[in-house]
């Protein structure tokens, strides 16, 4: 099953638009704000179907819950391919936050499911990192593949119909997951026994505090990094124009070799960070302490973004970015492991839906305010300002240790 699960996030990154959704939208003449908007709009479709969805895979079948989620992502591929303005942009954004509630918390209640079954429910972070790290090399192959269909094609429609292919091939890999995996679901279709599931883990997440707390810290480190970290493809852009080399190629030639670099790298390293994120909470004494560690090198990256941005430092630029990639990857595995230790496993998937919806709410926030200002200053320094804020707010929000133990589930 390792196999099939790395197989999994290896195809599920095969997202050959993504390092050139901002430029796509750039050329089509969209200002960062309206960037913003869409992607906060994603969001909020996202956060809409978010905790349902995870009620609805606990309770009818997480690999049914997998294959719907595939199915939004190709249809909503298949519109970003063939929109010529604003207005379909929405509804491909609608299908795709559709197939994101419906994947978030699923595949990885599935993969702590099959470990507690194993009887290696100690070995949560350091399996999800190891099963992540494939992601990650997934999206280092990815960005290798998309920047070559731009450099040859010399437009971004193309690749969102190669999408659609490892997509199509995923699904194909759910069919081979073990019934078992599935987990207690009913046989009939219940809106009362959803909604009495959904009612439960809210409770635990707004009147438990260490899963309240987790519910913070997630919205701050995932939601700022998920709202700012598309801001390097502009930057990539700039770069490749300023660079006094390949003059004998047109711009977007130039910008697809210089994203594809970059990112290639940045997923690399990506992959490595993931696969040792259990290393980081052995040093610290467990996840904890490895959690408070990160948010102070999260502050630290911020604050060095600012001059950088404002002073048009591009080689620092794409260093901290890459940085920030590289500590999520460290900081994500420990996340879920946290959440996973505060739930129980027949709400498992539920209580992690309530983590991706948290951090969707905090980038339908953040993604149009970072937008809006980085149009009003006229360069990205908003990023690092932002980024600085969130981080002290929650460093001084939570400067005790938070006590883990699992919640029980209200009957």
Known sequence: MLFRFSLYGFLKNQ????????????????????????????????????IPSGAVADLYGRRRAMIFSFCAYIASFAIFAVSKSLFPLF??????????????????????DWLRLQGRSDEKTKV???????????????????????????????????????????????????????????????????????????????????????????????????????????????TAIALPLLLALDESKRTALLVAGVYFVLYFLSAFASRNSHQVSNWRGGDEGAARFM????????????????????????????ALAILQNFWRPGLISRFNAQSTPEMSATILSIEAQSKSLATIILAPLLGLLVDSIGNFSPVGIVGICIAVAILFAYRGELEERPVSVPT
């Open 128 to 238: 999800y990192g190891f099963t992540r790290s494939w992601s990650q090399m997934g999206s280092a192959v990815s960005v290798l593949i998309a920047g070559a269909l731009v450099f040859y094609s010399g437009n971004f429609v193309d690749i969102f119909y190669f999408s659609i292919i490892p997509y199509a091939m995923n699904i194909v890999n759910f069919f081979g997951y073990p019934a078992r995996l599935d987990g207690d679901r009913q046989s009939e279709f219940s809106l009362k026994a959803v909604a009495r599931l959904l009612g439960s883990a809210l409770k635990q997440s707004v009147q438990f505090p260490p899963l309240r707390r987790l519910v913070f810290e997630g919205m701050g480190f995932e939601g700022m990094y998920k709202a700012s970290k598309d801001f390097l493809q502009p930057i990539l852009k700039q």
């Open 91 to 112: 509804a491909a954004m609608f299908f795709y936050g559709l197939g994101d509630a419906f994947r978030s918390g699923t595949h990885k209640a599935m993969i702590f």
């Open 295 to 322: 948010w102070w090198i999260d502050l630290a990256l911020f604050a060095l973004l600012i001059p950088a941005l404002w002073f048009n430092w591009y080689p620092a630029i794409i260093a901290l970015f890459v």
């Open 15 to 50: 997202r050959y638009y993504e390092n050139f959704l901002y430029l796509a939208f750039l050329e089509k003449g969209l200002s960062y704000f309206a960037i913003g908007i869409l992607i906060g709009f994603r969001e909020v479709c996202t956060n809409l179907f978010e």
